[in-house]
């Protein structure tokens, strides 16, 4: 069986979470799959409780190369034919550890790698440059989107070595959520039957939650009848905050939530604004509460969002078809229900964690067979 490390910081809440943890579900059986990660964190606790095999090596910070020595001991004990690294973090170990591991190295590029730190200028500085020097120094290349593989190979990568693996969520097994009364109630929301539009995002320009306020506040200035959420945090929040003062009474800032199915299960509508995704899993999750996604028309959403059949797609930073959609299905309830059935048959028919595991397995394959070629 093919033995496969996996390497990601720990730190991880989003998308490459869901990711890794749908992954590892989709593997089993198929893969000898295993994770190290860098920080003792939720992502630990949780990898833990869903009982896949973890360990951490822990870093006193980022350029601690400590963990270099203790990863290619535990390399050469076990065995592994393949080390697969997720994120910023892990890819600058991956450059260090290659010296000492005759091995293939493959990374998932989970977003555009340009604009994880575009919101630090000291981050975007150090960390943006370190990764792109980190990121040539691979064998082979995992996206997350079609066109996140032609990003790559735009920017000097060999095509040859690029796989694409959309993402897949567990849809046998949702989560346990609360009510929407009882979600609401948890922020102190006066509800009486409004309709809710939230978006669960980083509050970072990338995300542009600029466009998702500007077309809140178009809405309002026709229908007042609706509430807009907002999960997440980020160094935006107070420029967000100033653009919603004219309407705060109908816009909420939840901060970090933690049951995103809770969220989701308290939406009518959900929105995202992003001016560059990869393929986003918050999409994914909202279609299995059936629940419908107007989004921006970018990365891989043309996969899953297909105009007047799944959902809604917008130009990115257009607030004003955002508002249109909105108050169409404002108006439009039973269409709002279709999209929402129609999505969440799709996303099952073809985005499951089973399907996402199989098309890694036969990844891992090609890059064996290819090797052996080499060799």
Same mark, same amino acid.
Do not use: W
């Given at each position: 069986?093919?033995?496969?490390? /996996?390497?990601?910081?720990?730190?991880?809440?989003?998308?490459?979470?869901? /990711?890794?943890?749908?992954?590892?579900?989709?593997?089993?059986?198929? !893969?000898?799959?295993?994770?190290?990660?860098?920080?003792?964190?939720?992502?630990?606790?949780?990898? $833990?409780?869903?009982?896949?095999?973890?360990?951490?090596?822990?870093?006193?910070?980022?350029?601690?190369?400590? $963990?270099?020595?203790?990863?290619?001991?535990?390399?050469?004990?076990?065995?592994?034919?393949?080390?697969?690294?997720?994120?910023?973090?892990?890819?600058?170990?991956?450059?260090?550890?290659?010296?000492? !591991?005759?091995?293939? %190295? !493959?990374?998932?590029? /989970?977003?555009?790698?340009?604009?994880?730190?575009?919101?630090?200028?000291?981050?975007?500085?150090?960390?943006?440059?370190?990764?792109?020097?980190?990121?040539?120094? %691979?064998?082979?290349?995992?996206?997350?989107?079609?066109?996140?593989?032609?990003?790559?190979?735009?920017?000097?990568?060999?095509?040859?070595?690029?796989?694409?693996?959309?993402?897949?969520?567990?849809?046998?097994?949702?989560?346990?959520?609360?009510?929407?009364?009882?979600?609401?109630?948890?922020?102190?929301?006066?509800?009486?039957?409004?309709?809710?539009?939230?978006?669960?995002?980083?509050?970072?320009?990338?995300?542009?939650?600029?466009?998702?306020?500007?077309?809140?506040?178009?809405?309002?200035?026709?229908?007042?009848?609706?509430?807009?959420?907002?999960?997440?945090?980020?160094?935006?929040?107070?420029?967000?905050?100033?653009?919603?003062?004219?309407?705060?009474?109908?816009?909420?800032?939840?901060?970090?939530?933690?049951?995103?199915?809770?969220?989701?299960?308290?939406?009518?509508?959900?929105?995202?604004?992003?001016?560059?995704?990869?393929?986003?899993? $918050?999409?994914?999750?909202?279609?299995?509460?059936?629940?419908?996604? !107007?989004?921006?028309? $970018?990365?891989?959403?043309?996969?899953?969002?297909?105009?007047?059949?799944?959902?809604?797609?917008?130009?990115?930073?257009?607030?004003?078809?955002?508002?249109?959609?909105?108050?169409?299905?404002?108006?439009?309830?039973?269409?709002?229900?279709?999209?929402?059935?129609?999505? /969440?048959?799709?996303?099952?028919?073809?985005?499951?964690?089973?399907?996402?595991?199989?098309?890694?397995?036969?990844?891992?394959?090609?890059?064996?067979?290819?090797?052996?070629?080499?060799?």
């Amino acid at each position: 069986m093919i033995k496969v490390l /996996h390497l990601i910081s720990g730190g991880d809440t989003g998308g490459a979470k869901t /990711h890794i943890f749908s992954l590892m579900k989709g593997l089993k059986g198929l !893969v000898d799959a295993r994770i190290i990660c860098f920080i003792k964190d939720s992502f630990y606790e949780e990898a $833990v409780e869903k009982g896949f095999s973890i360990k951490v090596f822990p870093q006193k910070k980022r350029s601690d190369m400590s $963990v270099v020595k203790k990863l290619r001991d535990e390399i050469k004990k076990e065995n592994f034919s393949i080390i697969h690294a997720h994120g910023a973090r892990a890819n600058f170990i991956c450059m260090f550890l290659k010296k000492y !591991v005759d091995i293939p %190295f !493959v990374t998932t590029v /989970h977003s555009d790698y340009k604009l994880d730190f575009k919101d630090n200028f000291y981050k975007n500085l150090i960390f943006t440059n370190l990764n792109k020097i980190a990121l040539k120094s %691979f064998d082979y290349y995992i996206t997350v989107s079609d066109s996140f593989k032609d990003m790559l190979k735009d920017r000097g990568f060999k095509k040859d070595k690029i796989f694409v693996l959309y993402n897949g969520i567990d849809n046998e097994n949702i989560p346990y959520y609360v009510s929407k009364d009882e979600f609401l109630n948890r922020y102190k929301i006066d509800y009486n039957g409004e309709f809710i539009v939230g978006i669960a995002a980083r509050l970072d320009k990338v995300k542009d939650l600029t466009t998702f306020i500007r077309g809140a506040r178009e809405v309002l200035k026709e229908n007042t009848d609706v509430i807009f959420l907002i999960a997440g945090e980020g160094e935006e929040l107070s420029h967000l905050q100033k653009e919603a003062e004219s309407f705060k009474n109908n816009i909420f800032f939840l901060g970090f939530v933690n049951d995103n199915y809770s969220f989701f299960n308290a939406l009518d509508l959900n929105v995202l604004t992003s001016i560059s995704e990869s393929f986003p899993y $918050v999409i994914l999750e909202a279609s299995t509460m059936n629940l419908t996604s !107007v989004a921006t028309d $970018v990365g891989g959403i043309d996969k899953i969002i297909f105009d007047d059949e799944t959902g809604y797609k917008i130009k990115v930073s257009d607030y004003t078809a955002l508002k249109g959609k909105i108050l169409y299905l404002y108006n439009n309830r039973d269409k709002l229900e279709k999209l929402g059935e129609n999505i /969440h048959a799709y996303v099952n028919k073809n985005f499951s964690y089973k399907s996402m595991g199989e098309t890694q397995f036969e990844i891992y394959k090609n890059i064996l067979e290819e090797e052996n070629e080499i060799n």
